[in-house]
Antibody, heavy 117, light 106 residues
Framework: QLQEAGPGLVKPSETLSLSCSVSGDSIRSSYFWGWIRQSPGKGLEWIGSVYYNGRTDYNPSLKRRIFMSVDMSKNQFSLNLTSVTAADTAIYFC????????????WGPGTQVTVSS | DIQMTQSPSSLSASLGDSVTITCRASQGISNSLAWYQQRPGRAPQPLLFAISKLKTGVPSRFSGSGSGTKFTLTISSLQSEDVATYYCHQYYGSHSFGGGTKVEIK
């Protein structure tokens, strides 16, 4: 199971920080761990994925604003998205990414993030 | 970028009907195609991966087919619990999703 955590409201130009707790699986497994967001205007959008050893794969359209990391001691991974604007308002889901095998085979329930002053 | 185009964007069918949703990729994606079901207020849940492989626990009335750039999701006998929005997802070149198909009961 996956569970997102983080602030529901972020001010424009600030950094959005979310974490995802993994239970029932080890973050050291052979999967990547990713983030997807959903907004009415843009549908489902993959943000990026991270492997437990720190290897990352980011959406090119967001790459310059994203940083993802893994905390093996907490069995968690996290997302930082810098310089947010209203366009970053969305529901953010953390996912288990099976890469070329199974797609996104496990999803967290999602967390609403609103960018507003 | 690989674009995924789903059709129709919405449909209404009777209980027991067979329903088909189509997804077209802007280029070949081999077998790197998954389908998800999203009920209102919930996260998307995987149904199939690798075009036609059913995720454990998913009812057998769901099936997938296709090749190259055209793929379909079929619900063989529509049930009330199938009311949801369905999305295709390619994971051949990075990741991209279709725009979704909203399924309702007539």
């Amino acid at each position: 199971q996956l569970q997102e955590a983080g602030p529901g409201l972020v001010k424009p130009s600030e950094t959005l920080s979310l974490s995802c707790s993994v239970s029932g699986d080890s973050i050291r497994s052979s999967y990547f761990w990713g983030w997807i967001r959903q907004s009415p205007g843009k549908g489902l959008e993959w943000i990026g994925s991270v492997y437990y050893n720190g290897r990352t794969d980011y959406n090119p359209s967001l790459k310059r604003r994203i940083f993802m990391s893994v905390d093996m001691s907490k069995n968690q991974f996290s997302l930082n998205l810098t310089s947010v604007t209203a366009a970053d308002t969305a529901i953010y889901f953390c996912v288990r990414d099976g890469r070329g095998e199974t797609g996104f085979d496990t999803w967290g329930p999602g967390t609403q993030v609103t960018v507003s002053s | 970028d690989i674009q995924m185009t789903q059709s129709p964007s919405s449909l209404s069918a009777s209980l027991g009907d067979s329903v088909t949703i189509t997804c077209r990729a802007s280029q070949g994606i081999s077998n790197s195609l998954a389908w998800y079901q999203q009920r209102p207020g919930r996260a998307p849940q995987p149904l199939l991966f690798a075009i036609s492989k059913l995720k454990t626990g998913v009812p057998s009335r769901f099936s997938g087919s296709g090749s190259g750039t055209k793929f379909t999701l079929t619900i063989s006998s529509l049930q009330s619990e199938d009311v949801a929005t369905y999305y295709c997802h390619q994971y051949y070149g990075s990741h991209s999703f279709g725009g979704g198909t909203k399924v309702e009961i007539k």
